[in-house]
């Protein structure tokens, strides 16, 4: 499933935080590229570095690297798909902050679990997990145009949010593609994606703009 876009209402405003996330992304990953594994390796979250006090920088440059092409691919085009709405109820100072705590949150989730882990993290699906919580719980009724593949059968159907958001937190917690999935183990892969996802879902009202929801109709 390639989710293309809300069909059921469009953005009020110009969504510059989720393209320069998409930017910064992209840029690092080709840093990645070029790098190589030494890269990798300094700037991914290491937990028992994290839990002995040291290279708490990398909490903050992980969220924004990649364990390949497929893993970027994907990410970001959830992310371009959903991005741009919760930016729009939130505005785009509460959305950068409400984005960045959510790849925080992600990181900590993996970090409880297993705090001496000596195994890098990386990718930026603990932070839009927690965008999908938030779509979730702001637009749980929207209907997503999404192009299904089905062999060499391809159609573009509409698929509740609700659908599409559960079956997306699904595939994060199962699939190699995940963001954490790649190099960690699928128990805290499940954490990091539940750390973002539960705090998307649970504070998503709290970002949100009074204002910004007025403008959209939408309940108070």
Sequence with gaps: MFPLGDASRQTRHFPIVTLVIIGLNAIMFMVELSGGGLFVNRWSVVPADITAGRDWLTLLTAMF????????????????????????????????????????????????IQPYSTVPNLGASGAIAAVMGAFLITYPRDRIRTVLLFGWF??????????????????????????????????????AHIGGFAFGALTARLFESRERRAEQGLEP
Excluded at 93 to 108: D, E, K, M
Excluded at 166 to 191: D, H, I, K, N, R
Aim: charged letters at 5%; aromatic letters at 16%; hydrophobic letters at 60%.
């Design 65 to 112: 690297m990649h364990a390949g092409w497929m893993h970027i691919i994907g990410n970001m085009v959830f992310f371009w798909a959903f991005g741009p709405e919760i930016e729009d109820v939130m505005g785009p100072l509460r959305y950068a902050a409400f984005y960045l705590l959510g790849g925080l949150v992600a990181s900590a989730a993996q970090i409880i």
């Design 154 to 191: 391809v159609r573009v159907a509409f698929v509740p949010a609700i659908v599409l958001v559960g079956l997306w937190f699904l595939t994060q917690l199962f699939s190699e593609l995940g963001a954490v999935a790649q190099v960690q183990s699928g128990g805290v892969a499940y954490m």
